[in-house]
T-cell receptor
Framework: DADVTQTPRNRITKTGKRIMLECSQTKGHDRMYWYRQDPGLGLRLIYYSFDVKDINKGEISDGYSVSRQAQAKFSLSLESAIPNQTALYFCATSSGQVVDEQFFGPGTRLTVL | GESVGLHLPTLSVQEGDNSIINCAYS??????FIWYKQESGKGPQFIIDIRSNMDKRQGQRVTVLLNKTVKHLSLQIAATQPGDSAVYFC?????????FGAGTRLTVKP
């Protein structure tokens, strides 16, 4: 089974709709992250959480919110989706140890019409 | 502003040849660098990392070189195989902030 899972894997929605993307991990890591990936721009950090009570904005947090429901779960919400939020979204986790390698989920492809 | 970038967006090599993928960074305070591989339809996967107090680190068929003087990072893949075809990202870490480059697409020709 995958260590980091994301649901849904694909989603098409309309402008103005509220969307939630979910991420679960079985690695026991404290740190979790949400990124979006756009062609030619690489990965950009939206939000990150270093433990259940810690939430931090990343580079591009406007228009997004997150919830860390448990150590293993970190969800990303788009309160009112807009077309320029069409992108590939990745969740990642890391242990926060000396080698802070991030483990990525398979991604969610979101299309906002 | 600070940024992580790549010299070449695409690289095509012959199977069996060595590949070199380059990355420039501009944040001199970054202390940790990682190379990721992303295959089509998948999330990025860790390849190798290096700390700023090192110049070189070797893994299995891969070597990362760090030149802090010119703020340059490279990934060398020895005896490139078809399975190495993917997009490769460098990332720099400065405390809590991980910044990724746009990626280089490596294509291995049989």
């Amino acid at each position: 089974d995958a260590d980091v899972t994301q649901t849904p894997r694909n989603r098409i929605t309309k402008t103005g709709k509220r969307i939630m993307l979910e991420c679960s991990q079985t690695k026991g890591h404290d740190r979790m992250y949400w990124y979006r990936q756009d062609p030619g721009l690489g990965l950009r950090l939206i939000y990150y959480s270093f433990d259940v009570k810690d939430i931090n904005k990343g580079e591009i947090s406007d228009g997004y919110s997150v919830s860390r429901q448990a150590q293993a779960k970190f969800s990303l919400s788009l309160e009112s989706a807009i077309p320029n939020q069409t992108a590939l979204y990745f969740c990642a986790t890391s242990s926060g140890q000396v080698v802070d390698e991030q483990f990525f989920g398979p991604g969610t492809r979101l299309t906002v019409l | 502003g600070e940024s992580v970038g790549l010299h070449l967006p695409t690289l095509s090599v012959q199977e069996g040849d060595n590949s070199i993928i380059n990355c420039a960074y501009s944040n001199s305070a970054s202390d940790y660098f990682i190379w990721y591989k992303q295959e089509s339809g998948k999330g990025p996967q860790f390849i190798i990392d290096i700390r700023s107090n090192m110049d070189k680190r070797q893994g299995q068929r891969v070597t990362v070189l760090l030149n802090k003087t010119v703020k340059h990072l490279s990934l060398q893949i020895a005896a490139t195989q078809p399975g190495d075809s993917a997009v490769y990202f460098c990332a720099e870490n400065n405390r809590h902030d991980m910044r990724f480059g746009a990626g280089t697409r490596l294509t291995v020709k049989p």
